[in-house]
């Protein structure tokens, strides 16, 4: 399996993507965000975290026009996995990938911390018989609040569509519902605001970021 990891002007945490989707013996490819047909022969995308263009406009907001984005929302609308970290979260959802918003943190602070995170709802990517598991994966981010009008987390709920909340105790940010992550309807696009991909080694405090990666190509395969 190929994954192909976005990079923008901006972005910080490609590389580390890079090496979380080559430690699942995947193929780690990274795409510049011009590249209109993502270079070709991609089963899977990664849109990561930092802060493409700056955070100018509004974050997320200018990265989604890129022309990789259009190929994206096509791999997206062919069942392809798109997993997008904290900026790229912001990214899918401006884009209309992946409902909701993330605004700027309750306290209007950026947080940089170690949570732990519950899988949920039977379209997560933890799947339906783990939707008790905890995992430990740090945040770091001041636009996390996760917000949807409350016709939209209604559908969210009965859709299984929240894939991850914060443990009780654990929002970082005020985010509606304690969700940290949520999936598209069909359940192969993923968006969450901690970043798996720096929770892959021992060394780190936890190798729990995998699951979200290993998880999201099961979904689909």
């Not at 002007?9 to 590389?15: K, L």
């Not at 259009?70 to 996995?81: C, F, H, K, Q, T």
């Not at 699951?211 to 190509?217: A, D, K, N, S």
Request: glycine residues 14%.
């Amino acid at each position: 399996m190929i994954w192909g990891v976005l990079q923008f002007p901006g972005s910080c945490d490609e590389r580390d993507a890079l090496h979380a989707c080559g430690l699942l013996g995947a193929e780690p490819k990274l795409i510049w965000h011009e590249d209109g047909d993502l270079g070709g022969g991609v089963d899977a995308i990664v849109v990561p975290g930092g802060f493409s263009y700056g955070d100018y406009l509004r974050a997320g907001a200018i990265a989604r026009f890129s022309p990789a984005m259009e190929a994206v929302g096509e791999m997206a609308a062919a069942g392809r996995p798109v997993l997008g970290i904290c900026n790229g979260f912001q990214v899918l959802c401006e884009a209309g990938l992946l409902p909701g918003a993330l605004l700027r943190n309750e306290d209007l602070r950026f947080v940089h911390r170690q949570v732990e995170l519950l899988a949920d709802g039977p379209k997560s990517p933890a799947g339906a018989d783990n939707s008790a598991h905890r995992l430990s994966i740090p945040v770091k981010h001041g636009e996390g609040r996760y917000w949807a009008p409350p016709e939209t987390l209604d559908e969210l709920e009965s859709r299984g569509q929240i894939a991850y909340r914060y443990a009780p105790g654990q929002n970082p940010n005020g985010s509606v519902a304690d969700i940290a992550g949520v999936t598209n309807e069909a359940g192969n696009v993923l968006g969450l605001m901690p970043h798996p991909e720096h929770a892959v080694d021992p060394l780190t405090g936890s190798t729990d970021g995998l699951t979200v990666f290993r998880r999201l190509e099961r979904v689909v395969a």
